[in-house]
């Protein structure tokens, strides 16, 4: 039977977007020029499968400025693993008033180790003690699972090294995470808290309430770099790599990405799971560090 134009209603409108949408990606590809940023926002969200964003950006000498889609800046995502450079920062700042050592005995390693994803726990080998757990009691209580590793001689990306240290913050600030946080990081005053995931992924806010966080002054420490690092590592609660420094949060619908390279900082939140965020943040990098 021939299919005429009772079809149009059903498959030909989304056949004519699905090739707008490639013809915008090979512009995008080989024409990057030809495309403006909201342009090639949208085709990078089109492969992504990310529905929405709401970005801030700029020098931290500036106001800082905004950028959309299907979003506004006042919007509320959560931050996911973004929260780790809080944690870090508030570990950093208690070592710096002696209240802690970076190289203290903890959960028979140490908080440099933990900041370095070098604690000892390798999700790859054994799952993950904070995502994949059944129970609703706080992330800081989490008993310290068995380690696959010997501390200090690889990396390998840990949660759980970072709900331990923040129940190393509560032990020696003598108060509950959250209210430490606000104590040391004035930033995270405007931010909301949740405790299952926290001091590994809890925080959540706006992009701009983040950019704040973020266009601090860099601390030095954060790009200390262990010896059995490669060329991009994590420091102390950053990657670092040439294009500067980064963190990703993925967790179930949504992905939030920070890029700082020099003065330029960048917060990016989306609706949607691109799958693997460490492909997509190194796609996104050039194109959001040019806003």
Same mark, same amino acid.
């Given at each position: 039977?021939?299919?005429? &134009? ?42 992504? +499968? ?71 726990? /390798? ?17 800081? /209580? ?52 949740? /405790? ?5 992924? +809890? ?33 102390? &609660? ?32 989306? /609706? ?20």
């Amino acid at each position: 039977m021939m299919q005429g &134009g009772g079809q149009s209603g059903g498959t030909f409108l989304p056949v004519v977007l699905s090739l707008l949408l490639v013809q915008l990606a090979y512009a995008a590809i080989l024409f990057p020029g030809a495309l403006d940023p909201r342009q090639r926002l949208t085709v990078f969200m089109a492969r992504h +499968g990310l529905t929405s964003v709401s970005i801030a950006y700029g020098d931290r000498d500036e106001i800082p400025r905004t950028l959309t889609i299907h979003s506004d800046p006042a919007k509320i995502y959560p931050y996911y693993s973004l929260s780790k450079p809080i944690t870090a920062a508030m570990v950093m700042e208690l070592a710096n008033r002696h209240v802690l050592s970076l190289d203290e005995a903890v959960a028979g390693t140490s908080p440099r180790n933990l900041m370095h994803h070098a604690g000892g726990w /390798d999700r790859a080998m054994a799952g993950d003690p904070v995502t994949q757990r059944q129970t609703d009691n706080r992330c800081v /209580d989490i008993p310290p699972p068995p380690k696959q590793f010997e501390p200090g001689t690889r990396q390998a990306y840990s949660n759980i090294g970072y709900c331990i240290l923040g129940a190393l913050v509560e032990r020696r600030s003598g108060l509950p995470f959250e209210d430490a946080a606000r104590r040391l990081i004035p930033a995270t005053r405007n931010m909301r808290y949740d /405790d299952w995931l926290g001091p590994a992924g +809890g925080w959540s806010g706006t992009a701009m309430t983040y950019w704040h966080f973020a266009a601090q002054p860099t601390n030095p420490l954060i790009m200390e770099r262990p010896l059995y690092a490669g060329a991009s590592y994590y420091g102390l &609660g950053w990657k670092v790599s040439r294009g500067g420094l980064s963190h990703f949060g993925l967790f179930k619908d949504n992905y939030a990405i920070v890029l700082k390279r020099g003065r330029h900082v960048v917060v990016a939140l989306f /609706d949607g799971n691109p799958g693997d965020g460490q492909k997509a943040l190194e796609e996104a990098r050039p194109m959001l560090l040019s806003l």
